[in-house]
């Protein structure tokens, strides 16, 4: 892992309260400073002792106070999608501290037990996808499922093994101590034995339950366990439930929503949940928060998290894209372009028809995304980011690209594919002869989409030029193709 995320992970969160998403940027650094300054001090042989031991407000405690503050200037609280899953394998320690270093408050995780009864992170009843093991969770021991490896990212037949196994609730607590909070998915059914962890561990104050359970059963449990956090999940099938609480509402609410015009999105409805509670909503794909995405978020941030924050009142969205939210909060910028790159989105080649502009193998666009009319390169819409997909051995591509200063550039592609190989292209400039085969590499799912070095750096002059992509005809294609930026090499100057 990079160094500077080591840094941050040992400089905690703002203790001040976010006043609005746009001022977070200027907290967070001041805070950052003091607090890497405090580190140095710590390690320094002047420090006193009382200074070493005086009890320190954590991250985790500053999340707890957040979380149950719910008035109307709070700012937006980031949770983690199954933790930092480009970094490491989804529901792993090092995810959720990858997760908590950068940025989020909260990490969610999946929680399951084992045949003999011991809570572990797994999201799916077996194992079959993220280890290279077989059989349900609930059909194994612990002893048998530590034996497993977790494959990276989100897993899949051809995700990569790692020397990571599945965590216990306990180590996953643990580590979340001084960190943040973890929102307890699918731990309601076995709640009395994950709240029984969380007393073990000392981390009550770091586990977040949650249901849509009906609301005398939540009830029953917050009776009987007053300090556990609890969040009750509401879309338009159980939207009466708010009511049926009374005067005693969760301090937060899981609001889903598959249409704008969903009772649990009109604003006003959402505003009543805003002054009890926090209102957290999922931007990871279609059909959580209607067609708001993080995708669609780093295209305009307007399609996504601009909206959910603003016109329906969400406190806290979970997010697949951690350090993207996180930079949005901070700036009110999402996606940008880097400074002197250039992008291309996939999907705009260059105009003209079958051999001309490219060279698709089959007649018309078989993806369910915006194609161009009469033109047969295939486009799908993956929640939001719209890529070229059904690409195939012998296709290619062209665009234009306007090349802001002469310098060189290195070409990046931001890529998705489950599978490995996912496929080889060439890159011509200029109608010059194609380079050298550029590999994609598995990201671990076709919605998953990351940037990818191609290997490829060219000088180019000011002005317009022509790229080719290429598919080598004789390897296994199959990935989708969201966007190509030309990146400066060395400051790009000519
Ligand atoms: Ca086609
Ligand atoms: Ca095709
Ligand atoms: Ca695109």
């Known amino acids: 892992m990079p160094s500077h995320k080591i840094s941050r992970r040992s400089c905690p969160a703002p203790s001040i309260t976010r006043p609005s998403p746009r001022r977070r940027l200027a907290v967070r650094l001041t805070v950052t400073v003091t607090a890497c300054a405090m580190t140095l001090a710590g390690t320094t042989p002047g420090t006193s002792a009382a200074e070493r031991e005086a009890p320190k407000d954590t991250a985790a405690d500053r999340a707890y ?3 149950l503050d719910h008035g109307p200037d709070i700012g937006v609280m980031t949770a983690a999608h199954r933790g930092q ?6 529901n792993s320690l090092p995810a959720m501290l990858a997760a908590f270093a950068d940025g989020a408050e909260i990490v969610e995780a999946d929680v399951r037990l084992t045949k003999d009864g011991i809570p572990v992170l797994m999201h799916d009843a077996t194992v079959d996808r993220t280890t290279d093991g077989t059989g349900r969770v609930a059909d194994l021991t612990y002893a048998q499922l530590r034996a497993l490896r977790l494959r990276e990212g989100l897993g899949g037949r051809q995700a990569a093994l790692t020397g990571h196994r599945v965590p216990t609730l306990a180590q996953a607590m643990e580590a979340a101590r001084t960190r943040g909070l973890v929102n307890l998915d699918q731990a309601w059914p076995h709640r009395e034995a994950v709240w029984r962890v969380l007393e073990k561990t000392r981390t009550v104050r770091n586990g977040l339950f949650k249901s849509r359970a009906p609301v005398t059963e939540v009830r029953a449990f917050r009776t009987r366990h007053p300090g556990a956090l609890y969040m009750h999940l509401v879309d338009d099938a159980n939207a009466a439930s708010v009511t049926e609480f009374g005067d005693d509402r969760p301090p937060a609410f899981e609001v889903v929503f598959d249409d704008v015009r969903d009772v649990v999105a009109d604003t006003a409805f959402v505003r009543r949940l805003r002054t009890t509670s926090r209102v957290w909503v ?12 993080d995708e669609a978020s780093l295209i305009a941030p307007a399609r996504g998290w601009a909206t959910l924050i603003g016109r329906h009142g969400a406190s806290i969205v979970q997010t697949d894209n951690v350090e993207a939210l996180e930079t949005y909060l901070a700036t009110g910028a999402a996606g940008a372009v880097p400074p002197g790159a250039v992008r291309v989105q996939g999907e705009d080649h260059a105009p003209g028809g079958e051999g001309v502009a490219y060279h698709d193998t089959d ?13 047969d390169v295939d486009v799908c819409d993956h929640d939001g980011a719209v890529a070229v997909c059904w690409m195939r051995g012998s296709e290619w591509l062209t665009y234009t690209v306007d090349v802001p200063r002469s310098g060189r550039y290195a070409l990046k592609v931001r890529v998705s594919s489950p599978y490995a190989p996912a496929g080889t292209y060439r890159v011509a400039f200029d109608g010059g002869a194609p380079g050298a085969a550029a590999r994609v590499a598995n990201t671990t799912g076709h919605h998953a989409f990351a940037l990818q070095d191609s290997g490829v750096t060219r000088s180019l002059e000011r002005g317009r030029h022509t790229l080719r992509l290429s598919l080598d005809a004789d390897a296994y294609q199959n990935w989708n193709l969201d966007h190509l930026q030309l990146e400066p090499v060395g400051g ?3």
């Open 65 to 67: 106070r957040d979380f």
């Open 363 to 375: 007649a018309g666009n078989r993806g369910d995304g915006p194609g161009r009319p009469g033109a």
């Open 492 to 494: 790009g100057r000519g």
């Open 85 to 90: 899953w480009r970094e490491a394998p989804e």
């Open 282 to 293: 999922n931007s990871m794909r279609y059909g959580l928060a209607a067609r708001y995405t």
